[in-house]
């Protein structure tokens, strides 16, 4: 999804990284700046792809005013990111019986505190970063320690290996309306807008039946 914003709506803040050397996403933490949490109304579903268990299934953005701007667009997009990962969290929970206490970023989004504190908004739970964003790497690096005797047991390596640079807290203003954006509205969305969907994949033939 961000991707997809650099490449179709923000060549001016790629075209100022470069210029900067910096990660376009470093510029595009002003435009989140910019835009209060909620994005004035604005609520991003990601559904950019179609998936297996949701063939018909399409992206959707509403809630659409002469307010709105890119940077709007943008925020909507790291929230609706946010939301679907939520929802995600809630299925878990519900199937194993058990509550998170915490979350943990990581990923090239982590690198940005912006996201980061959206997301531990949106979560209403501490969010913890580590020291190193690539966790996948860092996974396969502890494994490979314990593999080669570097150390007596997996607890050990992860005790030594990974470090914890910053976590960051909730915010109860911003956690209160992310909570209502997503029990009123957004989880509400692709019920509503799923006979739409299936009308538009009729119509235009996308996307295409299997």
């Not at 929802?87 to 519900?94: C, P, Q, S, V």
Request: hydrophobic share 40%; net charge neutral; charged share 20%.
């Amino acid at each position: 999804m961000i991707t997809w914003f650099k490449e179709e709506m923000a060549y001016k803040e790629v075209l100022e990284a470069k210029q900067n050397n910096v990660e376009p996403e470093i510029v595009l933490n002003t435009l989140l700046e910019q835009v209060p949490a909620g994005s004035m109304g604005l609520i991003l579903q990601p559904f950019w792809g179609p998936g297996l268990k949701n063939p018909a299934a399409k992206g959707a953005i509403i809630g659409f005013g002469d307010v709105h701007t890119r940077a709007h667009i943008y925020r909507a997009v790291i929230e609706g990111l946010g939301f679907a990962l939520l929802e995600g969290l809630k299925n878990i929970e519900k199937s194993i019986g058990v509550k998170a206490e915490k979350a943990a970023v990581s990923g090239g989004a982590s690198q940005s505190d912006q996201i980061c504190q959206i997301s531990a908004d949106i979560f209403d739970l501490p969010m913890v970063r580590g020291k190193t964003f690539e966790t996948a790497g860092l996974g396969a690096a502890i494994i490979t320690a314990y593999g080669i005797g570097m150390h007596s047991s997996i607890e050990e390596a992860i005790g030594r290996m990974v470090t914890y640079e910053h976590t960051f807290q909730p915010s109860p203003s911003n956690v209160d309306l992310y909570k209502r954006m997503f029990d009123r509205v957004y989880r509400k969305m692709y019920k509503s807008l799923y006979p739409l969907y299936k009308e538009i994949r009729e119509i235009t033939g996308y996307p295409e039946k299997i």
